[in-house]
């Protein structure tokens, strides 16, 4: 149900995912929603957005593991690359359930809101020790992950407004370089 929540809020945003649709995605009955959330639809956009932001951690580790030759630059093309083939395969229909929490955070309520907060320092977490394993200084290795990560999820939106990849390729394109000139030469 975590999942399903997940998929539907990075579609449709927290105000347009309802219990129902939950339950109905996920293929359980109802009565498990109240059961498993009894914090309602606020307890459950909170989980999913947790789960979306370990997921996202995980994800660090896999690109850098994929990585011919580690550099900044590579890991945050591999960042980007998983939504530009994303949009290959499926168009510009979802984005990060994360910063779909945020900015429906009118209906998405305070637990979301600190959920997504915790979401993004978890997936920042892995991208500053990457970087600072490839040679970054760890002072600037948590200033550009959060860079990274925000320049991603900016893309994204205008991305989605486009119906284009545009806007992700042309932030992988221009911040390559920025970021592996942090790298200090051993």
């Known amino acids: 149900m975590v999942f399903s929540a997940a998929q539907l809020i990075r579609r449709g945003g927290v105000g347009a995912t309802g219990m129902r649709d939950v339950a109905a995605h996920a293929r359980a009955p109802r009565g498990s929603l109240q059961h498993y959330f009894p914090g309602g639809k606020e307890e459950l956009v909170a989980e999913?957005?947790?789960?979306?932001?370990?997921?996202?951690?995980r994800r660090v580790g896999r690109f850098v593991a994929g990585l011919p030759e580690p550099r900044p630059s590579a890991l945050f093309a591999a960042m980007v690359r998983q939504w530009t083939d994303e949009f290959a395969a499926q168009g510009a229909t979802a984005g990060c359930p994360v910063a779909a929490a945020v900015?429906?955070?009118a209906d998405a309520g305070e637990a979301a809101r600190t959920a997504a907060a915790?979401?993004?320092?978890?997936?920042?977490?892995?991208?500053?020790?990457a970087l600072a394993d490839m040679g970054v200084p760890s002072a600037r290795a948590d200033a550009l992950a959060t860079l990274m990560i925000g320049a991603v999820e900016g893309a994204l939106l205008i991305a989605r407004a486009e119906r284009d990849a545009r806007a992700l390729t042309v932030v992988a394109h221009e911040l390559g370089p920025l970021l592996d000139a942090a790298v200090e030469r051993r």
């Open 103 to 105: 900015v429906d955070c």
């Open 48 to 57: 999913a957005v947790e789960w979306a932001g370990r997921y996202a951690a």
């Open 118 to 129: 915790a979401a993004f320092a978890a997936w920042a977490a892995p991208v500053s020790r």
